[in-house]
C-alpha cells in the first residue's frame, strides 16, 4: 500500500524568494518518488524524481528535492522563485515495475506574488 | 525523448454523442497507458489502466461501458467517451510507461484533452 500528502493546498512566496512544497508518502516497499508540474489546461511536466540512488535530486528550472526516509518526506524546494514557477504541483509516489500503480498527491498551487 | 501526444486538445460535442482521445507514445514503446480525469482545482483521478493487447483494468466508479479504452498497440491507446452527457465534461489526460524505463516507474503525460459536452 502506498499513500502521498501534500501538507498545502496553496502556498504563496515573492518573486526572489524561496519556494519550499511539502510532501510526505507513505509505502509499504521502497518507493520512487517524482514531482511534477501542471500549468493551466495543459498536461504534467516532469520536474525531478527519486528512483534510489542521491537522495537530494536536482530537476529542471533550478528545483530540487531531499528524499529523507526516516522523515518519510520529499519536499520540493527552490532557491528563488521566478513568476513562471506559478502552477500546480503534483508529488507522485509509486515503485518501480512497469505495472505498479502509480499514486498522486492532491496538488499544492504555487502562487508567486511579483 | 519520451513524448507523449494526445489528441485533440479540445474538443466540443452535443449530447448524446461520442468522443474519441486518441494517446501516442512517439518515441517509445509504452507497456502500460493510464487515463485520467481531472476536475477543476483537483488532482488527477486515475480512470483505468490498459496494457497493450489486454482489456483495460477499471478503478472502481468508473463505467467501462460508458469509457472504452482500447490499447492496440505500443504506442496508441484510445479513450472513447459513449454516449456523452454534460456530467463527463472534464480535463482527461492519459500517460504512459516506457518498455524500457519501467525499472524507474516514471510516467510520461500527454498534454490533456478538454472535453465540452453542451
Known amino acids: 500500500a502506498q499513500s502521498v500528502t501534500q501538507l498545502d493546498s496553496h502556498v504563496s512566496v515573492s518573486e526572489g524568494t524561496p519556494v519550499l512544497l511539502r510532501c510526505n508518502y507513505s509505502?509499504?516497499?521502497?518507493?520512487?518518488l517524482f514531482w511534477y508540474v501542471q500549468h493551466p489546461n495543459k498536461g504534467l511536466q516532469l520536474l525531478l524524481k527519486y528512483t534510489s540512488a542521491a537522495t537530494l535530486v536536482k530537476g529542471i528550472n533550478g528545483f530540487e528535492a531531499e528524499f529523507k526516509k526516516s522523515e518519510t518526506s520529499f519536499h520540493l524546494t527552490k532557491p528563488s522563485a521566478h513568476m513562471s514557477d506559478a502552477a500546480e504541483y503534483f508529488c507522485?509516489?509509486?515503485?518501480?515495475?512497469?505495472?505498479?500503480?502509480?499514486?498522486f498527491g492532491t496538488g499544492t498551487k504555487l502562487q508567486v506574488i511579483p | 525523448g519520451a513524448v507523449v501526444s494526445q489528441h485533440p486538445s479540445r474538443v466540443i460535442c452535443k449530447s448524446g454523442t461520442s468522443v474519441k482521445i486518441e494517446c501516442r507514445s512517439l518515441d517509445f514503446q509504452a507497456t502500460t497507458m493510464f487515463w485520467y480525469r481531472q476536475f477543476p482545482k483537483q488532482s488527477l483521478m486515475l480512470m483505468a489502466t490498459?496494457?497493450?493487447?489486454?482489456?483495460?483494468?477499471?478503478e472502481q466508479g468508473v463505467e467501462k461501458d460508458k469509457f472504452l479504452i482500447n490499447h492496440a498497440s505500443l504506442t496508441l491507446s484510445t479513450l472513447t467517451v459513449t454516449s456523452a452527457h454534460p456530467e463527463d465534461s472534464s480535463f482527461y489526460i492519459c500517460?504512459?510507461?516506457?518498455?524500457?524505463?519501467?525499472?524507474?516507474?516514471?510516467?510520461?503525460f500527454g498534454e490533456g484533452s478538454r472535453l465540452t459536452v453542451l
Open positions: 500517460s504512459a510507461r516506457d518498455r524500457a524505463r519501467t525499472n524507474t516507474g516514471e510516467l510520461f
Open positions: 509505502s509499504s516497499y521502497s518507493p520512487s
Open positions: 507522485v509516489v509509486t515503485r518501480s515495475g512497469g505495472y505498479q500503480k502509480v499514486t
Open positions: 490498459s496494457n497493450e493487447g489486454s482489456k483495460a483494468t477499471y
